[in-house]
C-alpha cells in the first residue's frame, strides 16, 4: 500500500518503484510458503499402502473402512478414494453434509451402536492403537505402518429390522448411542412417521448390488411386515420402489435411511 501511495502521489515517479513493487511481492510470497513439504520423503507415501489396500479391497466388500484414526502422517486422507474403497467419511472436502458431521462428533465412541450404523467394518489405526476389543478383532498386523482391525458388529449396507419407533430427532441422537440399542431389532424414525406394528416378523436382505454410487438394488425375503434399513445418508432425490412400486423414504436413525 504505500508503494502504490508513494507512486500515486511522487511528484516525480521513479523508474524503480515497479521493480521494489515486485521484489516486495517475491518477498511476500516466499515468506508465506517456505514451509511447505520441507521433507525431502516421497510425498505421495501416503497413498501407497499396497498391503493395506489389497486386503480392504478382499476382506472389506460391503463394507466401509474407517481411517479416522489419527493416521495422517502416514495415510493420506484420500487414499481410500484413490484405491476405490467406501471410506465413513467420504472424501477430504469442506462440503461435508451438516448431519453427517453432527453425527460424527456425537457418537461418543466406536463401541457405541451409534458407530456400527455407519456401516463401519474396518478401521485402520496405528500399532498401538486402543480400542474396544470385545467388538473390534485384529484383520492385518504386519503392514508397515498401520494395523486393521475387524468390527464385528458393522451392519451391513442394507438391514432387515422388524420393528420401529418414532422419536425426536435429539432424543435419537441420544437414543443410538446407548449401549443397549440394538440396531437390528429397531430402527428409530422421526417424529410423524407412521410405525407399523412390530410383529416380530423374521426377515433377511439376501442379496444386494451396487450397481452405481447413486442406485442400489436388493432381494428381502421375510414372513411378515418390518423394515429395511440403509446405511446410507438422508438426502432429498433418493427414491425407493418396492416390487416396482413408489414408497416413501424415511429418515431414520438420525442420518440414515430406512424403507417399510
Known amino acids: 500500500l504505500v508503494v502504490l501511495v508513494w507512486h500515486r502521489y511522487t511528484f516525480r515517479r521513479h523508474r524503480l518503484l515497479p521493480y521494489l513493487a515486485v521484489a516486495l511481492m517475491t518477498v511476500d510470497l516466499f515468506s508465506v510458503n517456505n514451509g511447505t513439504n520441507p521433507t525431502e520423503d516421497n510425498i505421495l507415501g501416503g497413498y501407497n499402502h499396497p498391503q493395506v489396500v489389497d486386503f480392504l479391497r478382499q476382506k472389506g466388500e460391503g463394507f466401509r473402512a474407517d481411517t479416522v484414526t489419527g493416521v495422517w502422517y502416514v495415510w ?20 461435508q453434509l451438516a448431519d453427517h458431521k453432527i453425527y460424527w462428533e456425537n457418537l461418543g465412541s466406536r463401541s457405541a451402536p451409534a458407530y456400527d450404523l455407519m456401516n463401519a467394518g474396518y478401521v485402520v489405526a496405528k500399532k498401538d492403537v486402543v480400542l474396544d476389543w470385545e467388538k473390534f478383532q485384529p484383520a492385518l498386523t504386519d503392514a508397515p505402518a ?6 464385528t458388529r458393522a451392519l ?22 446407548q449401549k443397549d440399542f440394538d440396531p437390528s431389532r429397531l430402527v428409530l424414525l422421526e417424529d410423524g412417521a407412521t410405525v407399523g406394528a412390530a410383529g416380530g416378523w423374521n426377515g433377511e436382505v439376501t442379496g444386494t448390488q451396487r450397481t452405481s454410487p447413486n442406485e442400489m438394488r436388493l432381494t428381502v425375503r421375510s414372513d411378515g411386515p418390518g423394515y429395511v434399513f440403509f446405511s446410507e445418508s438422508f438426502y432429498p432425490g433418493w427414491r425407493v420402489q418396492v416390487d416396482g ?7 431414520a436413525n438420525y442420518l440414515f435411511q430406512a424403507v417399510a
Do not use: F
Open 245 to 251: 412400486q413408489e414408497k416413501p423414504m424415511l429418515r
Open 146 to 151: 498401520v494395523n486393521i482391525y475387524h468390527n
Open 76 to 95: 493420506q486422507p484420500d487414499a481410500t478414494l484413490l484405491h476405490g474403497i467406501s471410506d465413513v467419511m467420504g472424501i477430504y472436502n469442506p462440503m
Open 156 to 177: 451391513p449396507r442394507a438391514t432387515w429390522v422388524p420393528g420401529a419407533e418414532a422419536l425426536s430427532r435429539e432424543a435419537i441422537l441420544a437414543r443410538v448411542k
